[in-house]
């Protein structure tokens, strides 16, 4: 038994790149017996068919920049003890503010 021909309008599968799956799609565009353009059914953007194909996963060149940095870097000493963080001057503020009532007027809490 034959397949049935790909009609437009009818449900097929494909990648879409906005959901990042592979969904069902409508067809909306055909050149003789071969499907086009489809649109997804659940976000329903248009895009050229796939044939439901994922595409090919891109490598991060972050990756090899970040191995090169660390080889660049010197182990710290047995004994040393990491240097302390600074406090965020944004972070001190709202410490300030959080425990003495100042919302950044400066004229301090209103008295009864």
């Given at each position: 038994?034959?397949?049935r021909r790909v009609r437009l309008g009818d449900v097929i599968d494909d990648?879409?790149?906005r959901c990042r799956l592979i969904m069902n799609h409508g067809v909306v565009g055909m050149v003789g017996d071969e499907v086009?353009?489809?649109r997804c059914n659940t976000c329903l953007?248009?895009?050229?068919?796939?044939?439901?194909?994922?595409p090919a996963r891109r490598k991060k060149e972050t990756s090899k920049l970040f191995d090169e940095v660390l080889k660049g870097l010197q182990k710290p000493e047995e004994g040393a003890s990491p240097p302390p963080k600074p406090e965020?001057?944004?972070?001190?503020?709202?410490?300030?503010?959080?425990?003495t009532g100042l919302k950044g007027s400066g004229?301090?809490?209103k008295k009864p």
């Open positions: 038994m034959e397949p990648y879409c790149a086009k353009k489809v953007s248009e895009h050229l068919f796939r044939r439901g194909e994922l965020q001057a944004q972070r001190r503020l709202y410490t300030i503010q959080r425990t004229k301090g809490p």
